[in-house]
């Protein structure tokens, strides 16, 4: 086979991969019809390890509704279509603690790729600013996400890594 054909298949197959349903944002907020609009997305690196930066657009959700629902776990809808995540624990910011764990994966994963829609200065802003929230998820394909909610300025940060 034609080696530029297995690298455009590889590309098609990871970029699908990284997309996102607003299913899945209704999975990610504990609520229905959350609207996202993505801003900004680029994957810099797709040949050793895979990391992806979005950024998304949350200027027509219900900030007050979204920040009661993220917390209220109990009622959680754990959708089957996402059976390979846990439930999204969020975190309030600030994040004085420079050592913390959300510092170490953004550095390690923004350090070695420029990337187009966001540097890590943004979102160290982010996280020490009062009222905005992070998350965690991991899934059982080996990816890691960072999810940072700037609630003032209506934007949702995305960092995902995996290894190919």
């Known amino acids: 086979m034609n080696k530029n ?3 455009i298949v590889c590309l098609v197959i990871i970029t699908a991969c990284n997309g996102y ?10 609520s229905k019809g959350i ?11 797709i ?5 992806f930066f979005e950024i998304y657009s949350m200027s027509d959700v219900d900030t007050e509704n979204a920040v009661k629902n993220i917390f209220d776990t109990a009622n959680f809808n754990n959708s089957s279509k996402y059976p390979r995540y846990k439930i999204p624990k969020w975190k309030k910011t600030p994040v004085m603690d420079e050592k913390d764990s959300v510092y170490s994966f953004i550095h390690n ?12 200065n943004t979102l160290r802003n ?9 998350t965690f998820l991991y899934d059982n394909l080996g990816r890691s996400k960072v999810f940072i909610w700037d ?10 890594s995996y290894e190919l």
């Open 5 to 7: 054909y297995i690298y």
């Open 21 to 30: 349903s607003d299913d899945f944002f209704d999975f990610l907020f504990n």
């Open 35 to 45: 609207s996202i609009t993505m801003v900004c997305s680029d994957s810099p690196s």
């Open 47 to 51: 040949l050793s390890e895979g990391r």
């Open 109 to 120: 994963e923004i350090k070695e790729d420029a990337n187009t829609c966001f540097d890590e």
């Open 126 to 134: 982010a996280l020490k600013q009062k009222r905005n929230y992070y």
């Open 151 to 160: 609630v003032s300025n209506q934007k949702l940060f995305l960092l995902t």
